[in-house]
């Protein structure tokens, strides 16, 4: 986990968004997104992007081991449970990406001595799932109905051997790639929350991804809203 | 902040949404400057001159400054004043523990029932249900309930008879529940006789004459969640026709 150089977003965020090479919209994949779709938790979500899926759910705030008791605010617990098999070493990174962004736009301080765990299954891996993981997990959360200070998306970029940026690749695409990275944005201030890399790549590269993933995150956020917004439409 | 705030009554807010102060352009020089004065509700915060929301739901608004979102949740987190269904899980000298469903058990006097003393104590066996209301309830605190009033009468608050059925509802559901004029419960009259006890923390109980009436009761109930209103009235139609 690194945090981005804050002058390198400054310099995004004065100066507007910085021209994406290539095309001039971001293509992601199709996605979609259910809410509540599990009885038992306090909140899920499943969210698909292409064929990648993830399923997620959030109990909380409940009792707390006192062994895992914080005085002043909620313990996270995220859980990444692969398609088969048990988490291994790489799901336990995912988990760590996941809480530290979680923790980040929660207001955990809000619910003191009680615990908050964020269960994610995988139903189908092809590509960006770290990206997936991260955006169910925010709907699940805004399903359970906990307070958070914004919203956060993910968008994974692969940067191929021309130097060619692709956003939210499938598994196939990511295996030709140079570098992998993700990052997390969160919805006020189009701020990197989390990045998650692989591979090499330059600086310039680097700033290029996150402002296409800027850019991208303004069409997730659009989502997230249309999606609770005809969640709601019953009640409205 | 007020007129952008009424424009939004009514419309979704995600967290992260804001509403910021702005200074009037013109001082009015006739009519008195009065401060607006905004009250917050659930799932709206203030940090500086700023309104926050921190949660998703429908912005909601009541005469004369009060502003609140409504969101459908599912976990009840304890409010003073709320009175709510508990279920008692131990007794422990002078107090007992209710589990509320909340992130922990709330405890309950011995003294506060109607007409208890510390002769005469109250028959509360664990597992009995109690209808009762907070009267602590923060973040920081073990919540506390009580089964009197200020003037030390039970007003509806106290153990549960025998007969009845508990089930869990979204806490959205039990707002609409209790809010005055509300449909689903002028549906529900048409429909047979019962007695409804609604705890704030999503959990209703419900006796009728028969167990089958008992049964038609709260599964109606539980599906009242994820309908819209004509959907709910053709089901309770239907009901009423016997057709189901």
Redesign the interface.
């Known amino acids: 986990m690194t945090q981005s150089s804050c002058d390198a977003l400054h310099f995004f965020r004065g100066g507007g968004m910085m021209e994406v090479c290539g095309s001039s919209t971001v293509s992601l994949r199709e996605f979609g997104c259910e809410q509540?779709l599990l009885s038992r938790p306090?909140?899920s979500a499943s969210f698909t992007q292409g064929d990648t899926s993830v399923l997620a759910g959030v109990y909380?705030?409940?009792?707390?081991k006192v062994s895992k008791e914080i005085y002043d605010r909620a313990t996270l617990e995220v859980l990444v449970q692969p398609k088969v098999g048990l988490p291994s070493v790489r799901e336990r990174l995912q988990e760590q990406c996941v809480r530290e962004t979680c923790e980040a736009?929660l207001?955990l301080s809000?619910?003191?001595?009680?615990?908050l765990t964020l269960i994610l299954q995988v139903l189908h891996d092809d590509g960006s799932l770290l990206s997936c993981f991260l955006n169910a997990a925010c709907m699940a959360l805004?399903?359970?109905?906990?307070?958070?200070?914004?919203?956060f998306c993910a968008v994974t970029c692969a940067i191929d051997t021309d130097g060619q940026i692709t956003t939210d690749p499938t598994a196939a695409q990511e295996k030709e790639s140079r570098a992998l990275m993700t990052f997390a944005i969160?919805?006020?201030e189009r701020k990197v929350l989390m990045s998650s890399t692989k591979g090499s790549f330059s600086v310039s590269e680097l700033q290029q991804c996150i402002a296409v993933s800027q850019k991208a995150s303004e069409k997730i956020f659009q989502f997230?809203?249309d999606s609770?917004?005809r969640?709601?439409s019953?009640?409205? | 902040m007020f007129s952008r705030l009424k424009d939004k009554v009514?419309q979704?807010q995600?967290?992260?949404d804001?509403f910021s102060w702005e200074a009037e352009d013109t001082i009015p020089l006739t009519d008195p400057v009065r401060p607006e004065r905004v009250v917050c509700g659930p799932?709206l915060?203030r940090s500086g001159d700023r309104l926050?929301v921190?949660?998703?739901?429908?912005l909601r608004h009541k005469q004369p400054n009060v502003f609140w979102i409504?969101?459908?949740?599912?976990?009840y987190?304890p409010a003073k004043g709320e009175t709510v269904i508990g279920i008692v899980t131990a007794k422990s000298g002078d107090i007992f523990k209710v589990d509320v469903g909340?992130?922990?058990a709330a405890s309950l006097s011995y003294l506060a029932f109607e007409g208890a003393t510390k002769r005469n104590r109250p028959n509360v066996q664990v597992g009995d249900l109690v209808f009762a209301q907070f009267i602590v309830a923060n973040?920081?605190m073990e919540p506390e309930l009580t089964c009197i009033d200020s003037s030390g009468r039970a007003n509806g608050m106290g153990v549960f008879g025998a007969g009845g059925l508990v089930f869990t509802v979204s806490l959205?559901l039990v707002r609409?529940l209790l809010s005055p004029l509300s449909e689903i419960r002028s549906d529900l009259d048409q429909l047979f006789p019962c007695e409804l006890v609604v705890g704030m923390n999503g959990r209703l109980w419900v006796r009728s004459p028969s167990i089958q009436q008992t049964l038609i009761v709260a599964n109606l109930l539980q599906s009242c969640d994820?309908?819209?209103a004509p959907q709910r009235r053709e089901l309770f139609r239907r009901v009423q026709q016997g057709a189901l």
């Open positions: 509540s306090d909140g909380g705030p409940a009792e707390v736009s207001l809000l619910h003191p001595r009680s615990s805004m399903d359970a109905g906990l307070p958070m200070s914004c919203l969160d919805s006020t997230y809203r609770v917004r969640r709601y019953k009640i409205l | 009514g979704v995600l967290p992260g804001e799932g915060r926050l921190c949660k998703s739901g429908v409504d969101s459908q949740q599912r976990r987190v909340g992130s922990e973040k920081d959205g609409r994820s309908m819209t």
